[in-house]
């Protein structure tokens, strides 16, 4: 009796795990299949509009990971390390982004930082600079919905460093500055490298925030998630041209886990 009941549990867990399988592959494949199927997809990978797309959604996204780098690693590791008062709250604030709609960060955005808002405003009486509508705008907007992702991996790799090769480190009369950069970043690297690709990715599918904050003007604001959007609400590029667009950031995410993979296993057998 135990035997059948095992049997029936094996049989319906790999019932339920190929299915769950199909279900994530099945849309992917219908993508690909439908793009070499279009006649128009591979031209439409050459257009202007396509190309200018690509390259501000690159070239934001890895503005924004440096930034992430930048100031998202002290955090971190202020988070991993130091209890201060408030520590909770700090820590909520940058879940925050996360869990809510990209949308209400893009509302939060417009009413702090635009023409209206209560640092833009000020700024712009003052300088005559706004931040909205503009490629800045697409920076701030990724830089809050992903910069998150990376400071999570950022601080469970720090909170798994061994502090006692720190102290050693520090008996033996290395300052704080290079111990970090000796002993804490190497072992905390994997996770820092995958908080790297998740802020990364996130910023590139950045969809919600940005369009509210920056709008959706061609060679601008226009990154390839609202160049997608364009192309369904009846831009010259058409439902190929969104397919084609669609493609594109399949093969740069997939391009960028394989390499992620690929470095970390590397790291995993030296």
């Known amino acids: 009796m135990t035997s059948h009941l095992d049997r029936a549990a094996s049989v319906t867990v790999v019932a339920l795990g190929l299915a769950f399988a199909v279900f994530f ?3 992917f494949v219908g993508l690909v299949t439908r793009a070499l199927e279009e006649p128009d997809t591979w031209e439409l990978l050459r257009a202007s509009q396509v190309r200018q797309a690509l390259t501000l ?16 690693t002290p ?4 988070l991993a390390r130091v209890s201060f008062p408030g520590r ?3 820590d909520a604030l940058i879940d925050l982004p996360i869990v809510l709609p990209p949308t209400v960060a893009g509302v939060a955005l417009l009413t702090a930082f635009g023409r209206r808002g209560i640092v833009g405003e000020p700024i712009e009486e003052l300088t005559g600079f706004t931040f909205g509508f503009r490629t800045t705008a697409v920076i701030m907007a990724q830089l809050l919905v992903a910069a998150p992702f990376y ?10 460093v061994d502090v006692q090769q720190e102290r050693v480190a520090y008996t033996l ?5 290079r111990t970090f950069f000796r002993i804490t970043v190497p072992q905390a690297s994997p996770a820092l490298l995958a908080g790297v690709v998740l802020c990364w990715a996130r910023a590139m599918g950045e969809l919600g925030a940005t369009l509210i904050f920056a709008g959706n003007f061609e060679g601008k604001t ?6 997608i959007i ?3 609400e009846g831009s010259t590029l058409g439902v190929a041209g969104a397919i084609a667009l669609s493609l594109i950031l399949l093969s740069t995410a997939l391009a960028v886990l394989v390499c992620f993979r690929l470095a970390t296993g590397r790291g995993g057998r030296q």
């Open 88 to 90: 909770s709250i700090v």
């Open 151 to 160: 400071i999570r991996a950022a601080r469970s790799g720090f909170e798994s």
């Open 230 to 232: 364009s192309a369904f």
């Open 173 to 177: 009369g290395a300052s704080k500055v």
């Open 75 to 78: 955090v971190a590791y202020l």
């Open 57 to 72: 959604s690159l070239w934001t996204s890895t503005v924004t990971v440096a930034l992430a780098l930048l100031a998202g």
């Open 25 to 27: 592959v099945v849309p």
């Open 222 to 227: 226009q990154t390839m998630p609202l160049a």
